[in-house]
């Protein structure tokens, strides 16, 4: 294991705290004055096309009031082995695959589409309706395959950082990308300038995003 932690390394970026409000709902408020009526917006828009988000109440500042999904993330249950990995990678896949197909919004170029940009085990809860997509801070519209490059290069990070053991966290992968399809590598690279971008990156972490670039195109051998 090195570097930083698994929580923290795929909690980057902006702060936010989950409150629950009632059985029913939860808050989900930015620490700073961070606005987060785009990304309820973005919520709201894919909720109506059947995408599994949850269902948003209300959106003002740095505040969304959203239905309380009444399950684990995917990660909880990867980690204490309630979850396979194949499944979880092939999950992963066809979440890509339905959210690539709703259709982009006006103004958007006709070979984009919405994109979460952090689509990883930890963002995936698994309640009653099945698996439910959360954490929409880092969605906009781009290129498919950069969104499928994004989640193959977090959890070839995961692997490269020695945080699950290997072995199922790269079929996890292998079934992501085979689920997925597309052309991921032709993102790979911009996919490692984002997460090389971020502000919050420790020390030798550059290092794990080129070694987690190796392992992505790898896997797609
Ligand atoms: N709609 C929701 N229903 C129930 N719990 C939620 C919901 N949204 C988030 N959570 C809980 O809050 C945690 C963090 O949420 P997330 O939106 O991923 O924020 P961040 O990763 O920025 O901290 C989730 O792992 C989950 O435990
Ligand atoms: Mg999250």
């Not at 909720?47 to 959203?66: C, L, N, Q, R």
């Not at 989640?151 to 689920?179: D, N, Q």
Request: proline share 8%; hydrophobic share 45%.
């Amino acid at each position: 294991m090195s570097g930083m932690d698994l929580p923290s390394l795929l909690a980057r970026g902006r702060t936010a705290h989950v409150f629950a409000l009632d059985d029913a709902r939860v808050l989900r408020r930015y620490d700073g004055d961070e606005d987060a009526t785009a990304e309820a917006d973005v919520m709201a828009y894919l909720f109506t096309h059947g995408y599994p988000v949850p269902k948003v109440e209300s959106a003002s500042g740095p505040d969304i009031v959203m239905e309380r999904i009444d399950g684990p993330t995917m990660l909880e249950l990867l980690l204490d082995g309630r979850l396979e990995p194949a499944a979880a990678g092939v999950t992963l896949g066809e979440l890509h695959t339905r959210l690539h197909a709703i259709p982009p919004g006006p103004g958007c170029p006709p070979a984009e589409r919405m994109l979460h940009l952090d689509l990883h085990p930890g963002n995936v809860m698994v309640g009653s309706r099945g698996p439910m997509v959360i954490d929409w801070c880092n969605a906009r519209n781009g290129l498919p395959d950069l969104d499928i490059a994004v989640s193959a290069l977090i959890l070839a990070e995961v692997i490269a950082g020695g945080h699950l053991p290997e072995a199922g966290a790269h079929e996890m992968l292998v079934r992501l990308l085979a689920t997925a399809g597309g052309r991921p590598e032709d993102q790979l690279d911009e996919a490692v300038r984002m997460r090389a971008a971020d502000p919050h990156l420790e020390p030798g972490e550059i290092a794990l995003h080129d070694r987690a670039a190796l392992i992505v195109r790898a896997a797609l051998l």
